[in-house]
């Protein structure tokens, strides 16, 4: 199964291991992050200037469909 990230409609990461794309998706949207500083400087420093990607919404894809929506914030909410 390939899985893909996409931004804005362009596919910034993809891999077909089942495993990194899912995982990074919830990096990404903070979801495995559970200290505010922790994540933002995974933002500033990893997700933006290394991996290309920006603030906003990202959707995560399995083999050609959608499956989830989150977003890449400034400010992480924790629930």
């Known amino acids: 199964m390939k899985q893909e990230i996409r931004q804005n409609g362009e596919t910034i990461l993809e ?4 495993i990194s794309i899912a995982m990074i998706f919830n990096n990404l949207t903070g ?10 400087a995974y933002i500033k420093y ?10 906003g919404k990202i ?7 959608l499956t989830r929506t989150g977003y890449i914030t400034k400010l992480l909410l924790i629930t």
């Open 31 to 40: 979801k495995n992050s559970k200290d505010n500083k922790d994540y933002q």
């Open 46 to 55: 990893t997700a933006i200037p290394l991996m290309g990607f920006q603030y």
């Open 15 to 18: 891999s077909d291991d089942n």
């Open 59 to 65: 959707e995560l894809w399995d083999d050609g469909k």
